[in-house]
C-alpha cells in the first residue's frame, strides 16, 4: 500500500477538499482505500460545463442520497436549465431538499434559466432548516417563503 493511503481518514479529506467535488469523486479509482472516502466531504461543489453536462447531473442524482457526511458545510450550485438534457428544476429541488436532512449549513446557487424557462422554487424544508447559516441565491429562483418563517436578509 502506498504512504499517502496510510494516513487518516481526516487528513485525506484534507487534501481532497479543495478540489471540485467530481474531481475529488475521481480519486475513487485509486484503490479500495479511496473509493468511498470524497463521499465525506463536508462541501459540495457543482459546477456545470457544456461537454459534461448530463454526466454530472446523473452523477448527482446518483451520489447526493448516498452521501455520507452527517453535515454538509456547504453545497454549491452552478447550472443553467431549461435546455435539452440540462439540469431541471425538479434536480435542483431534489438535491436541495437531500442537503437540507444533512444538516446543510450554506447553500449557494447561481441558476441560469433559458427565457423560456421559470424559476425554480425552492423545497419548503430549506426555510426551516435550523442548521442553515448562509443563503445565496443568485439567479433563477423563487423565493417563496411560508408565512411561518422569519428569515434575515443582509445584502451586501
Not at 46 to 65: V, W
Not at 75 to 102: C, H, P, Q
Not at 125 to 142: A, F, N, Q
Amino acid at each position: 500500500m502506498d504512504k499517502i493511503s496510510q494516513l487518516p481518514d481526516e487528513l485525506l479529506l484534507k487534501v481532497l477538499l479543495p478540489l471540485p467535488t467530481k474531481v475529488a469523486a475521481n480519486t475513487s479509482i485509486l484503490s479500495k482505500r479511496w473509493e468511498f472516502l470524497w463521499m465525506w466531504l463536508p462541501k459540495l461543489e457543482y459546477d456545470h460545463s457544456m461537454d459534461e453536462r448530463k454526466s454530472l447531473i446523473d452523477f448527482i442524482t446518483l451520489n447526493m442520497p448516498q452521501h455520507r457526511a452527517p453535515v454538509i458545510e456547504s453545497l454549491r450550485l452552478n447550472f443553467s436549465y431549461g435546455y435539452k438534457g440540462s439540469v431541471t428544476r425538479e434536480d435542483i429541488r431534489m438535491w436541495v431538499a437531500i442537503a437540507v436532512t444533512r444538516f446543510l449549513r450554506e447553500l449557494s446557487l447561481d441558476l441560469y434559466p433559458n427565457f423560456e424557462s421559470q424559476t425554480t422554487k425552492l423545497p419548503s424544508s430549506l426555510y426551516t432548516c435550523k442548521s442553515l447559516v448562509i443563503l445565496k441565491l443568485e439567479e433563477g429562483i423563487l423565493v417563496d417563503v411560508p408565512r411561518t418563517t422569519c428569515l434575515i436578509v443582509s445584502l451586501p
